[in-house]
């Protein structure tokens, strides 16, 4: 994402020109920018989501190393799991997408608005201006809260599955046990779902690095 955003920035304001105009910024530039950063988004999107769900997979009694063949083993037929968190991810990944496009237009847009009110300022200050949405903190936000957020409902994939084959699983949060940990989550610590009180999945606020962990009763 860092890269990304780096070299989007000097797209834009390649393309943007000198005195900056807006309507260079067409369509075809933004449905281009659209496909680059859904090049880099969607796969990793798609990688975790499976990573969560194969996590999940691995604990299960059912399905987990060692386990035997029960009734419930055609709900957990692992191409059917990973096909519904490959569509969770397409379509998540997809709407990200879309968020993240949109707010990078809007701001541009109200960038360049600012910067042609104020006399004298220089392409230079326009990029300036502009740098704070194209940095590593709002890369490393965007990485770090969707790389839990696929994880975490990759496993949600799974649990969903194993309850409508009526085995009984309840996810236990957990969090990094460090100095970063929040006031939201290090309450949640090692608590199962029953006690989340109104939080209902990783990722509890942007840049969360939570992540779960199952409690099987056969």
């Not at 090049?39 to 996590?55: D, F, K, S, W, Y």
């Not at 109200?110 to 004298?120: A, E, Y």
């Not at 699983?169 to 090692?190: F, K």
Request: aromatic share 8%.
């Amino acid at each position: 994402m860092r890269r990304f955003f780096k070299a989007e920035l000097a797209r834009i304001i390649e393309k943007l020109g000198d005195p900056p105009d807006t309507m260079r910024l067409t369509p075809e530039f933004w449905r281009d920018e659209r496909d680059a950063l859904a090049a880099v988004l969607q796969p990793n999107i798609n990688r975790m989501a499976e990573a969560g769900a194969l996590t999940a997979y691995n604990t299960n009694p059912v399905t987990g190393p060692g386990s035997k063949q029960s009734s419930a083993d055609i709900a957990f037929d692992w191409s059917l799991v990973a096909e519904e968190a490959a569509l969770w991810a397409e379509i998540h990944g997809a709407e990200l997408v879309t968020e993240v496009l949109g707010t990078t237009q809007r701001i541009v847009a109200k960038k360049v608005s600012d910067w042609l009110r104020t006399p004298g300022a220089t392409i230079g200050d326009l990029t300036q201006s502009l740098l704070p949405w194209f940095d590593e903190t709002r890369a490393h936000m965007i990485a770090v809260t969707e790389t839990t957020k696929a994880y975490a409902e990759g496993e949600r994939v799974l649990i969903d599955r194993a309850r409508n084959a009526g085995l009984n699983v309840e996810p236990i949060w957990l969090t990094a046990q460090d100095e970063l940990v929040c006031v939201i989550c290090g309450p949640l610590h090692n608590k199962p779902q029953s006690d989340w009180g109104d939080v209902d999945w990783p990722p509890a606020h942007p840049r969360c690095r939570c992540f779960l962990k199952q409690k099987w009763t056969v």
